[in-house]
Each structure stands twice: as C-alpha cells, then as structure tokens.
C-alpha cells in the first residue's frame, strides 16, 4: 500500500512541473526538462569515471539512477536500453 500523502506530494510536484515548462503537447522531451532545472543527463559511459570515483559502481546494474553531489543534480541511464526505455528511466529520475 502506498502512502497516499507521499503520492499526493509527487503528483503535484508532476503537475507543477508540467505547468512550469508551459508543455502544449503530450510528447515531452525528458532532456528539455533537465535543461531547464540545471540536472545533467549522463550515459554509463560518458558518467563512468564519476560514478568510479563516488564507488558506485554497483549501481550500473540498474536501468538508471540518479545523485545529488555537491548541488548538483545528474541523472545516469545505461545508453545501451531502448530508447523509449531510457525516457522512461529519466522521467522516473526526475
């Protein structure tokens, strides 16, 4: 069962969001809501000398993950998945 304060939260965290970006259309680019919120998207492979340097490898096993270092918000997904896949993961993230 979830916590139906917690969904409540996340929903109108999504709907802000939503309403925020001024999107017209239901096809949204994940990327394009990155940009605007200053979090850095990074593929396994262009992010793996950050994610060795953190000692988080074992999160490569994951479709995708996300970290705050510093104040900095980025987003990794496994560039290797299909590509709705890999929007699906970064919307997740986000």
Known sequence: ????????D???????????ETLKELHIKVSDICKSNNILLCSY?????II????????LYNKGFSILKGNEYIIFYDER??????????AHEL
């Open 45 to 49: 492979i262009n992010g793996y000398n």
């Open 52 to 59: 060795k340097k953190l000692g988080i490898e074992a999160r």
């Open 81 to 90: 998945q299909d590509r709705k896949l890999i929007r699906f993961v970064i």
């Open 10 to 20: 996340i929903v109108y965290t999504a709907y802000k969001v939503l309403i925020r």
């Open 1 to 8: 069962m979830y916590n139906s304060k917690t969904y409540d």
